[in-house]
């Protein structure tokens, strides 16, 4: 819209109007009628001093927002109108960045910091000391050697079979890193971690979507979100299921609106009535924990009613395949079939009626598209639920097109990039196995002998008895060896069967998140890493955590931006820079990269990731406290093989991000293409010239920075141009190219076509019985689940589940912006009339919310509202709270942490918590 | 050129971006507050919070609703705040925007009490630091912003400073579903029409207090979503009916009537 520029602001004569009658009223009032008064042009501008563009700080959409910066301070945050995806709207947390710059925050940390109190605990006041970088470096390298020293004193090598080559989980240092931390960070985290000896890294990605990575990948190929934010615009039909966008990617809703003014209908099921439910065509409430059983009762419900789309199963999924006792399609209808309307509605709680209206809605409305996020991916049977979406967007030919997809919408600004470098104790970046064991290197020396004698893939996967594809692991692995000046074989290279092992990828998956704290319980982590994230918010069940960090066997080391309750612990706090304050490339959930700018230098001394952890780094290898394997096997044996990791770590001084992400895109297949071969940063690009008629037909915007693989914008979509002559992802990432229905390396278990189990914590004896949980003795149940405080139904009769509000994201940063938490002061439990009347509690009365972690239980206020209902579970009624879990003991407005009373259980195939659903009761406090 | 503001609630969201947008642009404190059952937050419009959405459960046929509805200044063609301000420090610009120039402003709180949509707020306080941190922004004379003297009237000046610079307000521009629109008032009615007519609604701000510059479309009564029921009538014509019942009683008693008059509330006199 165009507007006069300058604007004439003269004063409206409204005593002609108001007439002879007004003036005189006014006669005796007024100092002067006789002239109207002009008010000054206006002095504000909104463009003034240097503009400054760059990506959110938030959620997962990469929202582009301007930065106005006058004499090198940033002084106003806007909308950037030209970006493609917001085009200049955002929510209310991007409008508060301002108050994030230290300038304006004085609760930024700007020092590094030593705790002087040796006690540790939620009531010890750390005591901070201010000291140096230099100090600190010092203090860290000799923590780090010590334990290190222990380790190998402990576990000497060679090891007992002559082999060089250590535990990636029982090694005594833990790194935990950040999504919210650029790729470039994250690469390195995790090269700093497999240089360490260790697989003991985290973050953020595994309790986010730890089980779509699992899930999708097992079904598609890609653990990602099969299509873009703006791509929901394409679609017919959108069902949100454990997804709540409107609140917590605000801008996908943008988009989701823009397909509904185009006549797209909207489902929503949810525990809760949220600000998405608000907008839904159909809506309904459904128990937390039993996705499973609603998709395959849609699934049934479209095999039943002849809605499968059956060229498209046929021709693009293993369908057809032939099992044991018939074809994988009559597997499938088989299990499907016990979820009939009826027991769907038994064990959700959403009527049947209604059920039957949301499945042929979905079921007959092309293309439809499911969006989800945390509300899935936190259960122990998450994995499960995913491939159940999976499956039915096959039979309804949704995947691979415009307007349909799983899209997995991710939580954190990059954690589909952090996740693709694999911050993770199961994984190399991307998503390749760490080594399993000795004979792993040996099959790997293997293939590197065949590939020196230069056979063809195809010929060396037929030696291996797997796929072609399946040698993308062994193929990382020797790009690593080049890259990162490593080794791992065998010596002599010649003998992969009797040679010794030495290997500096350090051996089998480390502990993951879950496992983490309770390794620093037992003693077993004796150095803490934590940068960018805040555990002591975030984990499941808080009372252990806490009790973890409080343990004096650890040195944590936290970096950050505020003192969170995290920082609290820690041993040495060390000043974070903001995401504002730094360049490097984020990934979004649709899978664009996109480049980040330095709006103003980090305050203090205050540093980046990068250079925190290049420097780490390099002090760490004075120190002696990284040693690999293979300089110890060259030392002893006197041999050559020619590992040089100092020579390989080399990405100038300070440390630039764009240096590090060549060495990506010549080690990440997902990302290779992001420096074209002119040298040009692809995540930079702005432009938004469509490239063909497809991308200006669906909004690809294919020039707009970098989408891997290979810039696809929609996996899985055939016809897609292709810039890469390998075009990765316009097929299923499988052997053969197809869909993957029947999951049989899950399939001995019982988990080839997804089937429900309860949660961890069921609120129906019968109903657990029957769909007993994947804990304690269940075939299927991981290690991890078989200590667990497990509360009872009859002590604990009402569900719990946890969510998030628009108005803050996740623990620390936003709990610190003040205008943040004007909208949303304190924590509180949702509670309906009904349970609130047997309680005699209204809205704002303090309740005690009590589970088995904390049987003490957590003070909190009582909201009273209809958003949330007790429904009828196995003919019973059973009553649902709901908790945001933004809170903890620290920040502008403390407050009760929902997490204190979440269960630890994590899901049997990807690790996430199941911290959407527990058992709780409540009572007036 | 008028323009005016569309607030199509149908499409809200409750985000509230718009209303942290306003404090962005405008510079203006953070408030104190506690929870709100209803999430609305902070509960009421203030002179430091010139944009509030009001949140509301409602049921409609057995089914659950959730309104979001943005409040702020509906800026009247003929603002009475401006007719009564006796500093003469309130405008209704061509544009569209009511405008209150603080520099000039008496703290009088006649505009406060003549506003029929209770939307002007007296800031006794000004800016303030809330746990320490304060505001960012470009200091601009306190006319633009929450900031600059105290103990005068603040409210909504529909950014009439990105206006003149050819940018939409800050609520506007931030808005991510469209909910909130700014254009030619004439096609901003008729679009409201369109839409209203579309969802079965209600268009508001076309005839209240004689026509604002915000228009609204609400898909329940208005009186229902908690928006005042304001009379149709122009404030000159209000004014000019009072005259004609007071009639032949001259002009002191008119000037006495007048002062009764100030201090009492029109809506409250004439809401139907």
Known sequence: ?925 | MAYAMLVDTTKCTGCRGCQVACKRWNELSPEKTTLSGEWTNPPDLTGQTWTVVFFKEMSKGGEMQWKFTKWQCMHCEEPPCASVCPSLAISKTPEGPVVIDTTRCIGCKYCVEACPFDAVRFDSRGTQELYGVKLGGIKAGDIESGGGSVGVARKCHMCYNRIAQGRKPACVETCLTGAIQFGDRAEIIQKAKTRAAAVNGYVYGEKEAGGTSVVYVLDAPPQELGLPAVTPKRYSEVKADMYKSIGGFGIIGAIILGLVYYFTKPKAEEAK
């Open chain 1, 1 to 925: 819209m165009e507007f006069e520029k300058e604007v004439k602001l003269s004063r409206r004569d409204f005593l002609k109007l108001s007439g002879a009658a007004a003036a005189s009223s006014m006669a005796g009032l007024s100092f002067s009628f006789s002239e109207a008064y002009a008010l000054p042009p206006p002095k504000k501008k909104v463009v003034a001093g240097q503009q400054i563009n760059t990506i959110c700080y938030y959620c997962s959409v990469g929202c582009g927002i301007v930065a106005t910066v006058i004499d090198g301070k940033a002084v106003n945050i806007e909308g950037d109108p030209e970006h493609p995806i917001n085009e200049g709207t955002l929510c209310s947390k991007a409008h508060a960045l301002v108050q994030m710059y230290a300038h304006n925050n004085p609760h930024r940390l700007i020092k590094p910091l030593m705790r002087t109190n040796p006690k540790k605990g939620v009531d010890q006041e750390p005591k901070w000391r201010e000291i140096s970088w230099e100090e600190a470096f010092a203090a860290i390298a000799a923590k780090v050697k010590a334990s290190v020293d222990a380790f190998y004193k402990e576990n000497p090598l060679p090891d007992k079979d002559g082999n060089y080559a250590i535990s990636g989980k029982k090694f005594p240092v833990a790194w935990v890193g950040s999504a919210y931390s650029h790729n470039e960070e994250n690469y390195l985290f995790r090269k700093l971690s497999v240089l360490l000896g260790t697989n003991n890294i985290e973050h953020q990605a595994r309790r986010c979507h730890a089980s779509t990575v699992a899930a999708l990948a097992a079904t598609y190929g890609f653990g990602a979100m099969t299509n873009h934010f703006i791509d929901a615009k394409n679609s017919k039909c959108i069902m949100m299921i454990g997804s709540n966008a409107a609140e917590q990617h605000p801008i996908y809703f943008r988009w989701v609106t823009r397909a509904k003014e185009n006549g797209a209908k909207l489902i929503v099921l949810d525990p809760r009535f949220t600000r998405s439910a608000s907008k839904a065509d159909i809506f309904t409430w459904f128990r937390p924990g039993t996705d499973v059983a609603i998709f395959m009762g849609l699934i049934n419900y479209a095999i039943a009613n002849n809605l499968v789309d059956s060229a498209y199963v046929k021709d693009r999924t293993d369908a057809d395949k032939e099992l044991a006792g018939g074809k994988i399609y009559e597997e499938l209808k088989k299990v499907a079939s016990s979820y009939t309307v009826e027991e769907v509605s038994k064990i959700t709680g959403i009527p049947a009626d209604k059920f039957r209206l949301i499945a042929d809605t979905y079921c007959r409305t092309k293309p439809g598209t499911i969006l989800y996020s945390m509300g899935t991916t936190q259960h122990t049977n998450a994995t499960q639920m995913i491939r159940a979406y999976a499956i039915l967007q096959l039979l309804l030919g949704n995947v691979g097109v415009p307007g349909g997809g799983v899209n997995a919408i991710r939580g954190i600004s990059n954690v589909q990039g952090s996740t693709d470098m694999a911050t993770l104790a199961h994984i190399l970046p991307p998503y390749r196995r760490v080594p399993t064991n000795a004979a792993d290197i040996r099959g790997f020396q293997k293939y590197k002998n065949l590939v020196a004698e230069k056979k063809p893939a195809a010929d060396i996967a037929a030696e291996f008895k797997i796929a072609p594809i399946d040698l993308r692991h062994y193929a990382t692995w020797l790009l690593y060896m080049k890259h990162w000046g490593i080794y791992a074989g065998t010596y002599p290279e010649n003998d992969p069967e009797k040679g010794a092992v030495i290997s500096d990828l350090p051996i089998g998956a480390g502990n993951s998140s879950v496992e983490i704290y309770r390794s620093v319980k037992a003693g077993d982590t004796k150095v803490l890493f934590v940068v960018g994230e805040n555990p002591a918010v975030s984990n499941p069940n808080l009372p252990d955590v806490m009790a973890a960090l409080s343990s004096e066997s650890v040195f944590t080391v936290v970096m950050e931006m505020f003192e969170s309750e995290t920082a609290h612990f820690a041993d040495i706090l060390l000043p974070a820079s903001s995401l504002l304050e730094k360049e490097g490339s984020v990934t979004n959930s649709g899978r664009w990269a996109q480049w980040r700018n330095v709006t103003q230098p980090p305050p203090g001394e205050a540093k980046t990731d990068l250079w925190f952890v290049d420097e780490l780094f390099k002090r760490l290898r004075k120190a002696g406290a990284m040693v690999l394997p293979s300089e110890k096997f060259q030392k002893d044996r006197g041999a050559s093989l020619g590992t040089d990791p100092d020579g390989k770590w080399n990405y100038g001084s300070p440390p630039s991000a764009e240096a590090v992400l060549k060495e990506i895109n010549a080690t990440n297949a997902l990302y290779m293409g992001i420096i074209a071969a002119d040298g040009k940063n692809l995540a930079k690009r702005r432009d938004k010239t469509p490239a063909d008629e497809m991308d200006a037909n669906y909004g690809f915007f294919k020039n707009w920075g970098f989408s891997w693989p290979d810039n696809q914008r929609v996996l899985y979509k055939t016809d897609e141009t292709a810039v890469l002559a390998r075009a990765l992802g316009r097929n299923f990432f499988t052997a053969d190219k197809k869909a993957i229905i029947y999951a049989s390396a899950w399939a001995a278990k019982g988990f080839g076509i997804p089937v429900h189990n309860e949660p961890a914590e069921s609120p129906d004896a019968e109903l657990r019985d029957k769909y007993a949980p994947l804990i304690g003795t269940h075939p299927a149940a991981p290690p991890a689940n078989k200590e667990l405080k497990i509360g009872d139904a009859s002590k604990y009769p009402i569900v719990l589940t946890t969510f998030r509000l628009s108005e803050h994201m996740h623990t620390t940063m936003t709990r610190n912006m003040p205008w943040l938490n004007e909208l949303m002061p304190e924590p509180f439990v949702e509670m309906n009339p009904s349970l609130a009347g047997k309680l005699g509690v209204k809205s704002g009365d303090f309740v005690l919310v009590k589970s088995a972690r904390k049987p003490e239980g957590i003070k909190i206020k009582a909201v009273v509202t209809n958003r949330v209902k007790p429904l009828t579970i196995n003919s019973k009624p059973v009553e649902i709270v709901a908790i945001p879990w933004h809170w903890g003991f620290k920040s502008l407005n403390p407050g009760s942490s929902a997490n204190m009373l979440t269960i630890d259980a994590i899901d049997a195939w990807a690790s996430i918590p199941e911290t959407k659903v527990a058992l709780c009761s409540v009572e007036k406090a």
